[in-house]
């Protein structure tokens, strides 16, 4: 079975602080992705990537940003975190850019004071 | 702009029963449509797919319903289980730059009770 990691479970920070959420996946998938989950909200999309080095921001992109220098690794920067940014944060990948079936880590449940 | 959105936030049955859950999309380009389980503590996890060309698909004790003409999308579950428990989301695909990128709707809570 596919494993998507994500390296915390929860996560508290200050205002203004820089965070940072890591996601690792092990079977070489193309595609890897952050969204956000807000009650009411659903899931909502940060950014993806769909290779190595390369980034496409989502529907929120703002006050985040991206890095993927290995295919198996997607971090989310958070460059000075504020309290809208409280929120739990999903990392998901997929095969390829047909993007059918996501395969999704457990989240991170990011609380900044 | 693109959205997919859920009739209703909570639904509760009791065990045994069959369960619905709808959703309504707006981007009629769409192709491809997926609903995930969620359920407390862990990340959505796929349980069914359908395209565009297909009115109906079925899996084991779901079934996905699309109805193109107005946009519509529904998921029934046969003879509910309280593992059935869990938020479920409906989401679409929709092309992005360089390839596909998946929209989900607001979810449903579905309580089953014994």
């Known amino acids: 079975d596919v494993k998507v990691t994500q390296s915390s479970r929860y996560l508290v920070k200050r205002t203004g602080e820089k965070v940072f959420l890591e996601c690792v996946q092990d079977?070489?998938?193309?595609?890897m992705f952050w969204y956000r989950q807000d009650p009411g909200l659903g899931l909502r999309l940060i950014y993806f990537?769909?290779?190595?080095?390369?980034?496409e921001k989502g529907d929120i992109p703002e006050g985040y940003s991206v890095s993927r220098e290995k295919k198996e690794r997607f971090s989310l920067i958070l460059e000075s975190a504020s309290t809208n940014q409280t929120s739990m944060y999903l990392c998901?990948?997929?095969?390829?850019?047909?993007?059918?079936?996501?395969?999704f880590g457990s989240g991170t449940q990011l609380s900044v004071l | 702009g693109e959205s997919v959105g859920l009739h209703l936030p909570t639904l509760s049955v009791q065990e045994g029963d069959n369960s619905i859950i709808n959703c309504a999309y707006s981007?009629?380009?769409?192709?491809?449509f997926i609903w995930y389980k969620q359920e407390s503590g862990k990340g959505p996890q796929f349980i069914i797919d359908i395209r565009s060309n297909m009115d109906k698909r079925q899996g084991q004790r779901v079934t996905v319903l699309l109805n193109k003409t107005v946009k519509h999308l529904s998921l029934q579950i046969a003879a509910t289980q309280p593992g059935d428990s869990a938020v479920y989301f409906c989401?679409?695909?929709?092309w992005g730059s360089g390839g596909f990128k998946t929209i989900f709707g607001a979810g449903t809570r579905l309580f089953v009770k014994a």
């Open positions: 981007n009629s380009a769409s192709d491809y």
């Open positions: 079977m070489d998938h193309e595609n």
């Open positions: 990537s769909y290779d190595v080095k390369m980034k």
């Open positions: 998901a990948s997929s095969v390829d850019t047909t993007n059918e079936k996501l395969f």
């Open positions: 989401a679409e695909n929709i």
